[in-house]
C-alpha cells in the first residue's frame, strides 16, 4: 500500500521533506472500466488520488438496479461494467498514473432465486458454477432484532434471502481467496469486504492468509452501537467503515454546530484514527441503507462541499470520496449514457454528479495530501455556533462559515506569511506566480483577516503560496447601474460572467466542464435591503447559470437594489441605500430607476477588465433584447462592462457609460 494517512503516526518523526502524498480514493460507483481507465488518465492521476473503489467486477444477475451488482452468480470477471479484458486494460492504465484500484469483493453470499447471470452461467436452488448446497448455512433469516441480541443469527442466517455461504469450510475458504488471488494478479491491490459483518472474524482471517499478496482491506462493518457485534472485532482483519463518522457528521452539518467538531474522531466513540475508512455518504446510505441515519449527499449541494471540506481537512481516517449518479428511486441503477463519451464529458448533469471533481472537494483532497506530514489540528478558532477555523501546523489553514451572515475575523495560523491560493476555488500556476481563484493573505504577524461568505469557505497549504511578492488583492469594488421603469413588485437580476466560447478561444478556459472558471467571483457590498439580501444570501458568483447552491429559490441570478438620485416629499419617508439598503444613492446622479449592483468583484477573472450581464425584470418585463455595445474589446449580445468602475446601462438598450468610481 502507498504511504498515506494510515501511517501519519509515523510520518511525523519519519519525513522531514513534507512532500505531498496520495491520502484519499474515490468511489467511482457504477462507471464501466473504459470510464475509469480515461479518469485515470485525465484527471485521478494528476489530480493526487490514492486508488479507487470500483463495482463488484464479477458475474451477477440480470436487472437495472444497482443492487443486481451485489448478488453474485459466478466469479467470472464480466459485469455490466464491461469483461475481463477490460477490466485489466483499466487496472494497468490505471497503474501507470499512479492510481489502485480497490475491489468491491460480495464474499458473504450468491444471489438468490434462479436465472441466467449477465455471463451466461445458470444458478438457482443453491446451484452456481462454482457452488452446490453444501456450501451454504441452513436457510433462516435474519430478524431485525438479531443485531442487537443475536451473534449467531447476523453470522449464519440469510441478509434479505441471499443464500449465506458457509465460509468457515476449507472450499468456501479456497474459493474465495482464488477470486481474490486472481485480481492481486491482475493488479488488483485492495479490497472492501461487503457485509464483513456478515462473517466470522476467524473465516476472513483464514481467508485473508490464504492470499498470495497482502493487500488492504477494508470491511462494510455497520456499527453505530448497541449491535452485537462490534467494529472493533474486525481491526485484526484490516480497516473497518467507520459509519458512525458518516451518522455524526450529517447530524452537525444538517442541524448541530460546527464548533462542536473540535475532537471529532476517537472522542466521539469512533475507531481509531489509523483503523477507519470515513466518508461523508457512500453508495449505500446515500440510498437510506447501511445504517443510514442524517447523512449528507450530493443532493444537499453547497452543504455536501462543506462537509466534505471538513472531512477532507480534517485529521482523521483515511478518506473516501464518493462519485454517484443521479436518481430518484433508492433502487434505480446507472444511466445508460458513458461519463467520457468521444471526447465529452458527461458530469455534473442529469445523469453522473461526478463528485469528485467539484472544485471543493478536489481541492479538499490536494490540501489532505499537502498537510499529511502534520497529523494534528492547530489554531483551531470558532464563533460558538456555525463558523470554524483551523490549522495543520505550518503546512495549512481552513476555515469554513455555515452561517447566514459572512465570517469578517482576524484568525492566528501558524503558515509562513504571504499570499496563498485558496485551492476550493482555484489552482496555482505551474510557475506558482498566480492562481486561477481566490488569494488569501497571511500577514506578517500570521493572521488572516478572513472575509468568507455565507456557507463558503478557504483552504490553503504551503505548496499552494504564490511567489514571494506579495501581490494587492484582486477583489475591486465594481458598481453596475441599469436604468428600467419599473413598478411595485418588480425586482431585478442580472446574470453575468465570461462567455464560454471567447474564454476559451483568449484564456484557454474550459468552461464547459467547469463552469465557475466563466463566473466573477463577487462578495456583495449591500446587504441592508431587506427584500434583497435573502437573494444575496450564497450569492458568490456573477454567473450565467441562475440559482447557486443554497441561495434562496426564489432568486433569478444576482440581485440589484432599485435606487434614484432625489426622494420627493410626496413618497413619504426618505429612503436611502447605506441606511436602508434601497432609495437615494450617492453614486447615482442619473434619476429614478437606476438598479444597483454594488460588489466587490475578482478582476483577475475578467478578460483584459471586462465581463458581460445580461438583466431581468421579476414578474414584469423578463429578459432584456439582444445588445450590440460599441467600444467592446469584442463582439457580444450582451452588455458589456468594465471591472472595479462604475458602469451605467439602460435596459433592452446598447448606451453605455463607464468611468472610474470616486
Same mark, same amino acid.
Given at each position: 500500500m502507498k504511504k498515506t494517512v494510515l501511517a501519519a503516526g509515523l510520518m511525523l518523526a519519519a519525513a522531514p521533506s513534507f512532500a505531498a502524498q496520495k491520502t484519499t480514493f474515490v468511489h467511482l460507483f457504477e462507471w464501466q472500466w473504459a470510464d475509469i481507465a480515461t479518469e485515470c488518465e485525465q484527471y485521478l492521476g494528476p489530480q493526487g488520488f490514492a486508488a479507487i473503489q470500483v463495482s463488484p467486477p464479477n458475474e451477477h444477475i440480470q436487472g437495472s438496479a444497482w443492487w443486481t451488482r451485489y448478488q453474485p452468480v459466478s466469479y467470472l470477471l464480466q459485469s455490466r461494467?464491461?469483461? /475481463?479484458?477490460?477490466?485489466?486494460?483499466?487496472?494497468? /492504465?490505471?497503474?501507470?498514473?499512479?492510481?489502485?484500484?480497490?475491489?468491491?469483493? @460480495?464474499?458473504?453470499?450468491? $444471489?438468490?432465486?434462479?436465472?441466467?447471470?449477465?455471463a451466461g452461467s445458470n444458478y438457482g436452488n443453491r446451484q452456481y458454477p462454482i457452488y452446490s448446497a453444501p456450501d451454504f448455512h441452513a436457510s433462516c433469516t435474519i430478524n431485525g432484532s438479531d443485531y442487537a441480541n443475536d451473534r449467531w443469527r447476523v453470522q449464519n442466517?440469510?441478509?434479505?434471502? =441471499?443464500?449465506?455461504?458457509?465460509?468457515?469450510?476449507?472450499?468456501?475458504?479456497?474459493?474465495?481467496?482464488?477470486?481474490?488471488?486472481?485480481?492481486?494478479?491482475?493488479?488488483?491491490?485492495?479490497?472492501?469486504?461487503?457485509?464483513?459483518?456478515?462473517?466470522?472474524? $476467524?473465516?476472513?482471517?483464514?481467508?485473508?492468509?490464504?492470499?498470495?499478496?497482502?493487500?488492504?482491506?477494508?470491511?462494510?462493518?455497520?456499527?453505530?452501537?448497541?449491535?452485537?457485534?462490534?467494529?472493533?472485532?474486525? %481491526?485484526?482483519?484490516?480497516?473497518?467503515?467507520?459509519?458512525?463518522?458518516?451518522?455524526?457528521? &450529517?447530524?452537525?452539518f444538517k442541524t448541530g454546530r460546527l464548533a462542536s467538531l473540535s475532537n471529532f474522531g476517537e472522542a466521539w466513540g469512533f475507531l481509531p484514527s489509523s483503523q477507519a475508512v470515513v466518508f461523508v455518504d457512500n453508495h449505500d446510505n446515500q440510498r437510506g441503507h447501511g445504517g443510514a441515519g442524517n447523512v449528507v449527499t450530493y443532493k444537499d449541494g453547497r452543504l455536501y462541499d462543506l462537509a466534505n471540506v471538513f472531512m477532507l481537512a480534517y485529521p482523521y481516517g483515511y478518506t473516501q470520496v464518493m462519485s454517484s449518479y443521479q436518481f430518484t428511486d433508492p433502487d434505480q441503477g446507472p444511466p445508460g449514457s458513458r461519463v467520457h463519451n468521444n471526447g465529452s464529458l458527461n458530469c455534473f448533469g442529469s445523469d453522473w454528479k461526478c463528485e469528485h471533481r467539484w472544485s471543493y472537494i478536489a481541492g479538499a483532497v490536494q490540501f489532505r495530501n499537502n498537510t499529511v506530514e502534520?497529523? /494534528?489540528?492547530?489554531? +483551531? +478558532?470558532?464563533?460558538?455556533?456555525?463558523?470554524i477555523a483551523f490549522g495543520r501546523g505550518s503546512l495549512g489553514f481552513v476555515a469554513i462559515n455555515k452561517e447566514s451572515y459572512a465570517l469578517n475575523q482576524s484568525l492566528a495560523t501558524s503558515m509562513?506569511?504571504?499570499?496563498?491560493?485558496?485551492? =476550493?476555488?482555484?489552482?496555482?500556476?505551474?510557475?506558482?506566480?498566480?492562481?486561477?481563484?481566490?488569494?488569501?493573505?497571511? &500577514?506578517?504577524?500570521?493572521?488572516?483577516?478572513?472575509?468568507?461568505?455565507?456557507?463558503? $469557505?478557504?483552504?490553503? #497549504? #504551503?505548496?499552494?503560496?504564490?511567489?514571494?511578492?506579495?501581490?494587492?488583492?484582486?477583489?475591486? /469594488? %465594481? @458598481?453596475?447601474?441599469?436604468?428600467?421603469?419599473?413598478?411595485?413588485?418588480?425586482?431585478?437580476?442580472?446574470?453575468?460572467?465570461?462567455? #464560454?466560447?471567447?474564454?476559451?478561444?483568449? =484564456?484557454?478556459?474550459?468552461?464547459?466542464?467547469?463552469?465557475?472558471?466563466c463566473a466573477m467571483p463577487i462578495r456583495h457590498r449591500n446587504l441592508k435591503n431587506a427584500t434583497t439580501a435573502p437573494w444575496k444570501a450564497n450569492d458568490v458568483y456573477l454567473d450565467w447559470y441562475g440559482r447557486e447552491a443554497n441561495q434562496s429559490t426564489s432568486a433569478e441570478g444576482t440581485a440589484l437594489d432599485w435606487t434614484t438620485n432625489s426622494w420627493p416629499a410626496s413618497w413619504g419617508t426618505t429612503r436611502t441605500v447605506a441606511v436602508d439598503g434601497y432609495g437615494v444613492e450617492a453614486l447615482n446622479r442619473f434619476g429614478a430607476h437606476y438598479w444597483m449592483l454594488d460588489v466587490d468583484m475578482d478582476c483577475s477573472k475578467t478578460i483584459n477588465g471586462w465581463f458581460e450581464l445580461k438583466a431581468f425584470v421579476k414578474n414584469g418585463q423578463g429578459w432584456e433584447a439582444n445588445i450590440s455595445q460599441t467600444g467592446t474589446p469584442y463582439a457580444s449580445q450582451n452588455h458589456m462592462a468594465q471591472c472595479g468602475k462604475l458602469n451605467v446601462f439602460t435596459f433592452g438598450q446598447s448606451t453605455a457609460l463607464i468611468e472610474a468610481l470616486p
Open positions: 461494467s464491461g469483461d /475481463r479484458a477490460a477490466f485489466i486494460n483499466m487496472v494497468q /492504465r490505471c497503474k501507470a498514473v499512479g492510481v489502485d484500484i480497490y475491489v468491491d469483493a @460480495v464474499i458473504n453470499h450468491m $444471489a438468490s432465486g434462479g436465472g441466467v447471470g449477465v442466517c440469510e441478509l434479505v434471502s =441471499l443464500p449465506d455461504l458457509n465460509t468457515g469450510t476449507p472450499y468456501v475458504q479456497n474459493t474465495l481467496a482464488g477470486y481474490m488471488n486472481d485480481l492481486l494478479a491482475i493488479g488488483v491491490k485492495g479490497f472492501r469486504i461487503d457485509a464483513a459483518k456478515h462473517m466470522a472474524v $476467524a473465516d476472513l482471517a483464514a481467508i485473508k492468509g490464504k492470499l498470495t499478496q497482502a493487500p488492504l482491506i477494508y470491511q462494510e462493518v455497520i456499527d453505530q452501537g448497541g449491535e452485537a457485534i462490534k467494529a472493533s472485532e474486525y %481491526t485484526g482483519v484490516g480497516l473497518v467503515t467507520e459509519f458512525k463518522y458518516s451518522v455524526q457528521l &450529517g447530524n452537525v502534520e497529523w /494534528r489540528t492547530t489554531n +483551531w +478558532w470558532d464563533n460558538g455556533n456555525n463558523q509562513a506569511p504571504g499570499q496563498y491560493c485558496n485551492v =476550493l476555488k482555484g489552482s496555482l500556476s505551474a510557475d506558482k506566480t498566480s492562481c486561477s481563484g481566490e488569494v488569501i493573505t497571511v &500577514g506578517s504577524d500570521g493572521r488572516i483577516q478572513a472575509n468568507v461568505a455565507s456557507w463558503d $469557505a478557504f483552504a490553503i #497549504h #504551503h505548496q499552494a503560496k504564490i511567489g514571494t511578492v506579495v501581490q494587492p488583492s484582486t477583489y475591486q /469594488r %465594481t @458598481v453596475v447601474f441599469i436604468q428600467a421603469q419599473t413598478q411595485s413588485g418588480q425586482d431585478m437580476f442580472i446574470r453575468g460572467g465570461l462567455d #464560454h466560447t471567447t474564454a476559451a478561444s483568449r =484564456l484557454g478556459l474550459n468552461c464547459t466542464s467547469s463552469n465557475y472558471l
